[in-house]
């Protein structure tokens, strides 16, 4: 399939050429492809190789913004959350979450609850209303949260993605490629220049080394945090002053159940949440300063995540190093104030910044959240009009299939498999799902789960690896699904050793 895409790659002028395949490029191609635009995406891991795959997996309003009092971030946020959660009702999932305060905090539970009636008013009263909850109650419904100086909290609903960050990614990839785009991964872009009104852009295939020139009207760069080495390489102008600061999260044994996420203040103020991943719990993240992306935890980051974990949680044995399943690493790219000195770390505002260079036709996506994705997508179509001229076109470009396909898959699936199984296969795959349904029919060791307590059938693995794109085992284990983040070791072995039988 990938090779199939790079035969004839050569061969056009795009419209569009993007750089990059995380979630700004993924949904800038999806949407663009979707208005008969032609487009080429050039990522130079797997698609979600960046940040994308280390985010909380939150589809958030981002509460905690009220603080800095960025009232119109928060509401573009809520309305991309609410958006998001309208058209991906299986993929996308509300779910409550529950702030404990403690006398240390700053915030008093009362003012947490009036800013979450805020942030529910902000969000013009599409959830459910908040509610208070004193430490007596928070006690009663969470034994596990530690009562010692706890004041009390406030519950609201915000949403997340139960399979993960970079599995959301690659579905817009891969709309855009069902829709005609050209989506490489392991293709590095090594160089670009504008030349008579067209971009001629090296890249060079990273699996079978190759080097390619590709041509394009319009260039995006959706590099995330290598945006601005990239155009200063190329001598092109990025306009923002960029901040990177790093985010670890560890995965750990499940500490909750999977229909809540648990919130509290971190040592420095910041919100810290125990997220559901599977059947495993995600505890952090962490803000930190860098000077370039990394994927590197420290000890320190651990050391920060396990404090405030074990300070807040009442376990029978605190969580240490020994605990951690997995990592996850990221670097938040954020925008600055070009003429300030000193930034505020915290504070920076989280909302995307496009540029665009009229002269050049060249756009430049910078920062921004997950949860702005649909935003982002339509922020692009508009730039991409003004440039190439043309009308703007209405269009639902996003969302799962029709709830019709969704109940024809469901009557087909639920004579050959468990309900649970059926429900979890749409959510993963929508109609797709037939394909491994038919494997399952074919071969039927197939419906066997690829190790003991997983919810992964081997039917899935040998689907994924035949028709998502697959190049690398960890494309697969990590980005498709979420089982190298969620297995043992003893199950990591045996799902290795099922995929190399196939
Ligand atoms: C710890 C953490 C938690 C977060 N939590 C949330 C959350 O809960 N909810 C939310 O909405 N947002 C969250 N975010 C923010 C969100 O993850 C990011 O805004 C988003 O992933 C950024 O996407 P991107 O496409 O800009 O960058 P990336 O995902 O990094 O994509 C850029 C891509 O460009 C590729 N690339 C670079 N150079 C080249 C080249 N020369 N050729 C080809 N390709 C190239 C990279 O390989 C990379 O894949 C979080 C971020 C972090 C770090």
Redesign the pocket.
């Known amino acids: 399939m990938r090779s199939e895409l790079l035969s004839d790659i050569d061969e056009h002028i795009f419209d569009v050429l993007i750089?990059?395949?995380?979630?700004?490029?993924?949904t800038s191609a999806a949407c663009l492809q979707a208005h008969g635009y032609k487009v080429c995406l050039?990522?130079?891991?797997d698609?979600?190789?960046?940040?994308?795959?280390?985010?909380?997996?939150?589809?958030?309003g981002g509460i905690k913004y009220l603080e800095s009092l960025e009232f119109k971030l928060v509401y573009g946020?809520c309305k991309s959350r609410d958006l998001l959660i309208e058209h991906y009702p299986t993929r996308i999932i509300p779910i409550p979450f529950y702030t404990s305060l403690y006398k240390h905090n700053k915030y008093l539970p009362f003012f947490a609850y009036l800013g979450s009636i805020l942030y529910w008013m902000i969000a013009l009263g599409r959830t459910e209303f908040p509610k208070y909850m004193s430490a007596k109650q928070i006690g009663h419904d969470f034994p596990i949260i530690t009562q010692k100086k706890l004041r009390g909290g406030t519950t609201y609903l915000d949403a997340?993605l139960p399979e993960n960050?970079a599995r959301f990614?690659f579905q817009l990839i891969e709309k855009a490629i069902e829709s005609g785009a050209y989506c490489i991964n392991y293709?590095?872009?090594?160089s670009f220049k504008y030349e008579n009104e067209t971009w001629e852009v090296k890249?060079s295939d990273q699996i079978n080394p190759k080097q390619f020139i590709l041509k394009s009207k319009i260039l995006i760069n959706?590099?995330?945090?290598?945006?601005e080495e990239?155009n200063s390489e190329n001598k092109r102008p990025t306009d923002h002053k960029l901040i990177l600061?790093?985010?670890?999260?560890l995965i750990v044994p499940q500490l909750t159940n999977s229909h809540h996420v648990l919130t509290f203040m971190s040592k420095d103020e910041r919100l810290f949440f125990v997220l559901p991943m599977g059947n495993r719990s995600c505890i952090?993240?962490?803000d930190t300063p860098v000077k370039a992306?990394t994927k590197e935890v420290t000890d320190e980051d651990r050391k920060f995540v396990l404090d405030n974990i074990n300070q807040y949680l009442n376990l029978d044995k605190p969580l240490t190093r020994a605990d951690i399943i997995a990592e996850?690493?990221?670097?938040?790219?954020l925008c600055a104030d070009t003429t300030s000195e000193k930034e505020d770390w915290i504070h920076l505002s989280?909302h995307?910044k496009v540029e665009c260079f009229i002269n050049s036709q060249q756009i430049n996506?910078?920062?921004?959240?997950?949860?702005?994705c649909l935003n982002v997508g339509e922020e692009i179509l508009d730039k991409v009009n003004q440039l190439l001229q043309r009308f703007p076109e209405f269009l639902i470009w996003y969302g799962e299939e029709s709830d019709d396909i969704k109940e024809s898959f469901l009557s087909f699936a639920l004579e050959k498999v468990e309900a649970r199984t059926a429900h979890l296969l749409w959510r993963r795959y929508g109609s797709k799902a037939i394909k491994i349904i038919n494997l399952i029919e074919y071969d039927s060791r197939l419906k066997e789960t690829v190790a003991e307590n997983t919810d992964y059938l081997k039917a899935e693995l040998l689907y994924i690896k035949q028709n998502e794109y697959v190049t690398k085992d960890e494309d697969l284990l990590r980005r498709r699904t979420h089982l190298s983040l969620t297995s043992t070791h003893e199950q990591m072995e045996k799902i290795k050793e099922f995929l190399l039988s196939l």
């Open positions: 750089i990059g395949g995380g979630i700004n490029g993924a050039l990522e130079k891991g698609f979600a190789s960046g940040t994308s795959q280390e985010s909380s997996n939150m589809v958030w946020l997340f960050d990614t293709m590095s872009v090594e890249a959706a590099a995330g945090p290598h945006l990239i600061s790093k985010g670890i999260h952090g993240t962490t992306d996850r690493c990221g670097v938040r790219t989280r995307h996506i910078i920062g921004g959240k997950l949860t702005n």
